[in-house]
């Protein structure tokens, strides 16, 4: 299998403060990998390093072989497309939202969207169930539909990768499952790379494929979720007490948190 | 035609009709008052005082005015664009007090009877590009813009300069005073057509200019950040976007002086009826404010005939009224 996404040795962060160190791990096309880990682990600055937004100190990260930060934007943009975990609120047409997904592909000079355009909009906006509202404004929309929303904007951008910045954060059950479905559906249907940061262990041993567990700045362990997820990496990691089992009907880990009332009765016993 | 641009269309059709019929306006009030059929007899018989004063005096004046507004209008609706916020004008970063600034100088040390009179408005844009130079030179940092340091630092330079011109008015003669006041308030009246002309191809060169940029520039709606994520070059954008509407702001204050309200009202008004699309709202900011500017005009020299009012009067009170009507009837949201 080839490496899509390669980070090598990869150091990087702010100038004063945050650093990581020695990042090494590879995505192979079409996985649905996660990044897991506490607050100020270095989710978040690794998943910037990848957008570019930071900018890397040493080391390097390769998509298809190419070195990411000698892609120029517009470039980029087609090959990489990003969800934020905030919902996106501007007063704008919803169509028109998800028509900035085309932003890369138009030229300086071309004002409008093309009929192609707007048919892939459409496409993705169906796909993503977001169609009925197309003239809504994007700030009448709930934070699930706005997240779908962007969803079928990143769409249009025709990504190999997809990046999701806790996409489900702020949304309850029936909405994290349904955007978790969605871009497993997208993973597997069009063959698109996904890598997320996700806070939920659960969602992230159910969903993903390929976990990378942070920690301090340094990338703690990573592999399949069943490898990641027991109770020793999380308990050394998070500092908190849990225990995995298997989910009955995925056969995934699954993880179990425990009050401090409960763990002290059994100390007891 | 997709829907949504139907209303948009409809709207900037309504622009164009509008200004057409203030030009008709403006041509036709004044001292001497000419019907429509008067109109065309004069412009084809191109003799007799009457066509002096249509082609001399009220074209000029009509040409000004659509560019100074335009130009104003523009760069306002751009620098609310660039920096995410409704109350951003083209004066808010400065640039009305550099020009003031340079022309007090220049008044003040008589600078315009050694140079000639050239040398006011060159003053004028000499003061507004040192302040855009200023500004824009203060609020990077390797490269890389901070915008809201941007901005206080624009406000921050209006200040200095606005204090620094109240000094040389305290200071100066009463005549200096006079000449300094005049120019501050802005008027249309400009008799060399050299610089008239100058100022509407600047505006036309800096509308067509901005279009390259009006889909970044939708795409900054979202955020820097995230335009950044659908390949828009935000650096560079951003410093296009800033030099063109500082440099229209300019050219614009330095031959008509200051004349307010115009770049913070009239995108207001546009977003509320057309909603946020600059594709759109750029072409109709210009018009508005080619609009507004030309019909206050003609309320400020035909309202205390045979005197006239300054036209920053004018734009300040109408605007501002008809802005707080509009604004407190509607549920807009600033942003």
Redesign the interface.
């Known amino acids: 299998m080839p490496e899509f996404l390669k980070i090598n040795e990869l150091k990087c962060g702010y100038p004063s403060g945050f650093m990581l160190e020695k990042i090494n791990f590879d995505i192979q096309k079409g996985s649905f990998a996660g990044i897991i880990g506490p607050n100020g682990s270095g989710k978040t600055t690794l998943f910037k390093s990848i957008?570019?937004?930071i900018s890397i100190i040493e080391g390097d990260i390769l998509l298809n072989n190419t070195n990411i930060s000698t892609i120029a934007?517009?470039?980029?943009?087609?090959k990489i497309?990003?969800v934020?975990q905030n919902a996106?609120a501007?007063?704008?047409?919803v169509?028109?939202y998800v028509l900035?997904?085309r932003?890369?592909y138009?030229s300086?000079?071309?004002?409008?969207e093309s009929k192609e355009d707007y048919a892939l909009a459409n496409k993705f906006m169906k796909l993503t169930g977001v169609l009925k509202y197309k003239?809504k404004l994007m700030s009448e929309l709930s934070g699930g539909e706005q997240q779908l929303a962007a969803i079928a904007r990143a769409l249009t951008?025709e990504p190999e990768l997809l990046l999701l910045d806790e996409p489900t954060s702020h949304l309850d059950i029936s909405h994290q499952v349904q955007i978790l479905n969605l871009i497993q559906q997208l993973n597997e249907d069009l063959d698109l790379t996904v890598l997320m940061i996700i806070h939920d262990l659960n969602l992230a041993g159910e969903y993903c494929n390929y976990l990378i567990l942070m920690n301090n700045g340094k990338l703690h362990t990573k592999g399949t979720p069943k490898q990641v997820l027991n109770y020793k990496h999380i308990e050394e990691v998070y500092k908190t007490v849990v225990i995995t089992q298997e989910n009955p009907l995925s056969k995934k880990p699954a993880i179990f948190l425990v009050s401090g009332k409960t763990l002290n009765m059994n100390k007891h016993d | 035609m997709k829907?949504?641009y139907i209303k948009q269309s409809i709207i900037l059709l309504g622009l164009f009709v509008l200004l057409a019929l203030s030009i008709l306006l403006a041509l036709s009030v004044g001292e001497i008052n000419f019907s429509i059929k008067e109109l065309i007899e004069i412009t084809r018989n191109k003799t007799g005082i009457e066509y002096t004063i249509i082609n001399n005096i009220r074209f000029p004046r009509i040409l000004l005015g659509f560019a100074v507004g335009g130009s104003l209008s523009l760069s306002g609706v751009i620098l609310q664009g660039v920096y995410r916020n409704p109350l951003v004008e083209p004066y808010t970063l400065g640039i009305s007090g550099g020009a003031a600034l340079g022309v007090a100088i220049t008044i003040v040390f008589k600078l315009n009877l050694i140079f000639g009179i050239y040398m006011l408005p060159l003053s004028g844009f000499i003061g507004a590009v040192l302040t855009i130079f200023l500004v824009y030179i203060l609020s990077v940092s390797k490269n890389h813009f901070d915008i809201n340091k941007m901005l206080l630092i624009g406000v921050m330079i209006s200040f200095i300069s606005s204090s620094s011109m109240m000094f040389l008015m305290s200071t100066t003669t009463a005549e200096n005073l006079h000449s300094i006041v005049f120019w501050i308030m802005g008027s249309l009246d400009e008799p060399n057509f050299l610089l008239v002309k100058t100022v509407f191809y600047a505006s036309i060169a800096g509308l067509l200019i901005v279009?390259?940029f009006?889909?970044?520039l939708?795409?900054l709606?979202?955020g820097e950040?995230?335009a950044?994520?659908?390949?828009?070059?935000t650096n560079f954008t951003i410093r296009v976007l800033f030099i063109s509407a500082s440099i229209l702001t300019g050219i614009s204050v330095s031959v008509a002086g200051v004349i307010g309200f115009v770049g913070l009202i009239i995108p207001h008004l546009l977003r509320m009826v057309m909603?946020?699309?600059y594709?759109v709202l750029l072409l109709a900011s210009f018009l508005g404010g080619s609009i507004f500017v030309i019909i206050s005009d003609v309320i400020a020299r035909t309202i205390i005939a045979p005197n006239e009012l300054p036209i920053g009067v004018i734009t300040g009170m109408i605007g501002g009224l008809v802005f707080i009507s509009v604004i407190s009837k509607s549920k807009f949201?600033t942003?």
Do not use: W
């Open positions: 957008t570019g937004e934007p517009r470039q980029k943009a087609r497309a990003i934020t996106e501007a007063d704008i047409l169509e028109d900035m997904g932003f890369p138009k300086t000079f071309q004002l409008f003239d951008q | 829907a949504k279009y390259l009006a889909n970044p939708n795409a709606r979202l950040s995230k950044k994520h659908l390949g828009v070059n909603g946020t699309d594709r949201k942003n």
